[in-house]
């Protein structure tokens, strides 16, 4: 992480307010169907009147936070952290008192997290992205997520995601077995000249998985990558996936820290890394395992839960600003009607494109909610 130029970045107030935001059609996975999405909206606020921005999701499946889980972490050990140390410890030593606030709540530590990178940025005057040393005007590719549904719908989402400009599709599936391999043949044959992530969200076991990515090859459907095909806990699972087969294997559920990173690695888990701020805790934490995924010569996907502009945008930042992140998966923002904040980026067709403004680039659009 890089550090302020400012001698101190002292932080003078940590504001936060519930969201409710509904989605444009329900997002299905073999672990969860989400039809609206919930969650805080957070402030920093320096001492020269410079406030950043940052959200968190509830995300029980995921990371088992509630919105008063998160309000209660936040406005308790977190901010006590962030406002009773020494204004001279500059980014880096606000950023570890988060991370050390408290056990586990890594939603409610990455909302602070982003809130307090984006504050910071701003007081450089420079998007976040730059910041952290990497080039805003960089352009992303993102895919589009086709949610867990019979064949014929699937292959109806791929086709209107493809029509508006998608070309990469990522295909929930991992409920069952001999269905999933016919969900994807109707996708395939519905968009043929998309490219496609698989998402089985933990769905399957080692040998199943095996069975069934084998199958899909005989089927001569291409594949990019099989995310997180077993459960996260079963590590030797992964990696028996992983040698089993020719296409790459990405770990996401399983990873939640730099440490896990490394284990994966050393293990020889996974070919990739799903790097996600909410389960790692911030834009420090997520740095750190591209920097032991770059060590280990392995590729990360910067990606997001159902989360909102806030947090797409800062992954976005992130995804720039680090070269072992290669693949984006940021599309959520695009399903949430969300009206807290506006600017960040933009997306033409399929790719994104990053505002130029300090920070994050985001301004308040409206002050609804509970304010604490």
Known sequence: MSGSSRHGLAVTDVRSRDYTGGLSRPFVTSRRSVTEVTGILTEVELDDGTVGHGSAAQTFAVTGESVESMRAAIHGPIAEALMAGPVDRGLRGHADAIATSCTANTSAKAAVDVALHDAWARGLGVPLAEALGGDASTVLRTDMTVGLAD?????????????????????????????????????????????????????????????????????????????????????????????????????????????DAFEIAHAGAADLLNIKLAKCGGVGSAMAIADVAHAAGMSCMIGAMMEPRISITAAAHVAVAHPAITLVDLDSAEWIDDRALTGGYVLHGDRLHLSQSPGLGLEPASTEGNER
């Open 151 to 259: 064949p014929e719908a699937m292959a109806r989402a791929a086709v209107s995601a493809f029509e508006d400009g998608f070309t990469v599709l990522k295909i929930k599936l991992g409920r069952d077995q001999r269905a999933d391999l016919d969900r994807l043949k109707a996708v395939h044959e519905a968009v043929p000249d998309a490219e496609f992530r698989l998402d089985a969200n933990q769905g399957w076991d080692a040998k199943s998985a095996v069975r069934i990515i084998r199958a899909i090859q005989e089927a001569q459907i291409p594949l990019q990558l099989v995310e997180q095909p077993v459960p996260k806990h079963d590590l030797r699972g992964l990696a028996a996936v992983t040698a089993a087969v020719d296409v790459p294997i990405m770990a996401d559920e399983a990873l939640n820290s730099p440490q």
